[in-house]
């Protein structure tokens, strides 16, 4: 982990960290968006929990969703979940950049009153992925969908033994 979850909970942030699974009879990818073991959607989009005012105890968490070895939507989610693959990043795209749903936008039109369920400020939520450098080309593809990968990124060089040593044991 780089030493990046004890930094985070040392700042005030909640991290967790989630690695996603694709074998058959595991749960659709949106449902494996968890924290504390507790899924985030339940049947509904990432945005609206993260937005939900009912959900105002997530946002004093400052929440961090770490998934990691996310090179995997692109080598195993691709080959037999290529549908809940886009799925999952339109969501995880509308939740990062405060976009609420389509669906959801189309909602708000048919009954103005929904909109007071969410807070429409931006969200405290945070999304760190992990890939391997090989796979940042198919990540590219997603960037207009989600503009923010082009804005924060950060490459991790091979350690030295004494900085492997220390990203291990961190005291």
Excluded at 23 to 50: H, K, N, Y
Excluded at 103 to 122: G, H, I, S, T
């Amino acid at each position: 982990g780089a030493g990046l979850m004890p930094q985070l909970v040392e700042s005030g942030f909640h991290p967790s960290l989630l690695r996603l699974r694709y074998e058959d009879g595991e749960p659709p990818l949106l449902d494996q968006i968890a924290m504390d073991g507790a899924p985030l959607t339940a049947g509904r989009s990432l945005w609206e929990f993260v937005h939900d005012k009912r959900n105002a105890h997530f946002a004093a968490l400052k929440p961090v969703l770490i998934f990691d070895q996310f090179e995997e939507i692109f080598s195993l989610g691709e080959a037999g979940r290529r549908a809940e693959v886009r799925e999952f990043f339109v969501q995880l795209a509308d939740a990062i950049e405060n976009r609420p749903p389509a669906a959801l936008e189309e909602r708000f039109r048919v009954d103005r009153a929904l909109v007071r369920q969410y807070e429409l400020a931006p969200s405290p939520l945070r999304v760190v992925l992990t890939l391997r450098e090989d796979y940042l080309s198919h990540l590219e593809a997603w960037k207009k969908t989600m503009p923010a990968l082009t804005r924060n990124r950060m490459a991790l060089k091979l350690l030295g033994g004494p900085q492997a040593l220390e990203a291990v044991v961190h005291e």
